[in-house]
């Protein structure tokens, strides 16, 4: 049987150019300090999501481009770490990114949990008023679905929060098997 190449032993052209995500540590580093600033960008909306059309539509913006920072974050982490699941700063990055994962999911949790209480039709008019929520319909049109079975704000938020929690498990697993 053939010993296991080391990650720094295998040739580059064998490996995973992840630049496109990200040209270095560094630079991931920049952006996952920015991300987790931006998360008080939505405080302004808490509580205002059914003032109109616009404001809605501008909180589900933000939201989307916060989930897409993320995305970019948690794909480079997650590829790092598993190109080279022994190497401490990739599993510290993995592990970082899943707390964040955990905090934007916590600060998005409210605006669900505002448009689900807003009135019945208000969301209907809001979508019919402002073509700017047209690429928020089918979300928007899917949480209505779910409103039956709502929890409060509160209740969705700390559920939301404890995403780290529950993946630990997980976490521990993919840990072992490097």
Same mark, same amino acid.
């Given at each position: 049987?053939?010993?296991?190449?080391?990650?720094?032993?295998?040739?580059?052209?064998?490996?995973?150019?992840?630049?496109?995500?990200?040209?270095?540590?560094?630079q991931?580093?920049?952006?996952?300090?920015? =991300? /987790?600033?931006?998360?008080?960008?939505?405080?302004?909306?808490? #509580?205002r999501?059914? *003032?109109?059309? !616009?404001?809605? @539509? +501008?909180?589900?913006?933000l939201?989307?481009?916060?989930?897409?920072?993320?995305?970019? =974050? /948690?794909?480079?982490?997650?590829?790092c770490?598993?190109?080279? #699941?022994?190497?401490? *700063?990739?599993? !510290?990055?993995f @592990? +970082?990114?899943?707390?964040?994962?955990?905090?934007?999911?916590?600060?998005?949790?409210?605006? /669900?949990?505002?448009?689900?209480?807003?009135?019945?039709?208000?969301l209907?008019?809001?979508l019919?008023?402002?073509?700017?929520?047209?690429?928020?319909?089918?979300?928007?049109?899917?949480?209505?679905?779910?409103?039956p079975?709502?929890?409060?704000?509160?209740?969705?938020?700390?559920?939301?929060?404890?995403?780290e929690?529950?993946?630990?498990?997980?976490m521990?697993?993919?840990?072992?098997?490097?």
């Amino acid at each position: 049987m053939q010993d296991r190449l080391a990650r720094a032993d295998v040739p580059i052209e064998s490996t995973w150019d992840l630049s496109d995500l990200f040209a270095s540590p560094a630079q991931w580093e920049a952006a996952f300090q920015a =991300l /987790d600033a931006a998360l008080a960008e939505l405080d302004p909306f808490r #509580g205002r999501l059914g *003032e109109s059309a !616009a404001t809605l @539509a +501008r909180c589900l913006d933000l939201v989307e481009s916060l989930r897409v920072r993320l995305m970019r =974050l /948690d794909t480079f982490a997650y590829l790092c770490n598993a190109q080279d #699941g022994t190497n401490p *700063e990739h599993q !510290a990055a993995f @592990a +970082r990114v899943v707390a964040l994962a955990a905090r934007v999911a916590g600060s998005i949790a409210f605006v /669900d949990a505002e448009a689900v209480a807003l009135p019945d039709g208000t969301l209907e008019r809001f979508l019919a008023e402002d073509s700017n929520l047209a690429g928020h319909r089918v979300p928007l049109e899917r949480l209505l679905e779910t409103k039956p079975h709502r929890l409060d704000g509160p209740t969705e938020g700390a559920l939301a929060a404890l995403g780290e929690v529950l993946g630990a498990p997980y976490m521990i697993y993919q840990r072992s098997k490097a």
